[in-house]
């Protein structure tokens, strides 16, 4: 069993930006994957981001890529989601989550077993 907790989301204007932590316990992030979602009010959950822990290969969202980077810490167990430029399109319920196979990351919110209870990222224009 896996429990996730994710911090720092917030308010932030329109171009900034804001670092989004995933800690795990219960067990390391090992050989899973650890990816990122979010789900604005009135849409479907969708993928923003994910890292495969044991060799640091990312992928990301088109609407994302350039502007939000993936990085992990080994000895806190902990993944950051660096969100920069922000846009007012980008706010959601932003929820980590763990694909417990492992092997590549995938975008499919299916495919991912455990999840933390989302922190909630505001884009003001």
């Known amino acids: 069993q896996v429990q996730l907790v994710e911090f720092g989301g917030g308010l932030v204007q329109v171009g900034g930006s804001l670092r989004l932590s995933c800690a795990a316990s219960?067990?390391?992030?090992?050989?899973?994957?650890v990816g990122w979602f979010r789900q604005a009010p009135g849409k479907e959950r969708e993928f923003v981001a994910a890292i495969r822990w044991i060799n640091g290969y990312t992928t990301y969202a088109a609407s994302v890529q350039g502007r939000f980077t993936l990085s992990r810490d080994n000895a806190k167990n902990t993944v950051y989601l660096q969100m920069n430029s922000l846009k007012p399109e980008d706010t959601a319920v932003y929820y980590c989550?763990?694909?417990?196979?492992?092997?590549?990351?995938?975008?499919?919110?299916?495919?991912?077993?455990?999840w933390g209870q989302g922190t909630q990222v505001t884009v003001s224009s």
């Open positions: 989550a763990v694909d417990s196979r492992g092997g590549l990351p995938t975008p499919g919110v299916d495919e991912y077993d455990y």
């Open positions: 219960g067990r390391t992030f090992g050989g899973n994957v």
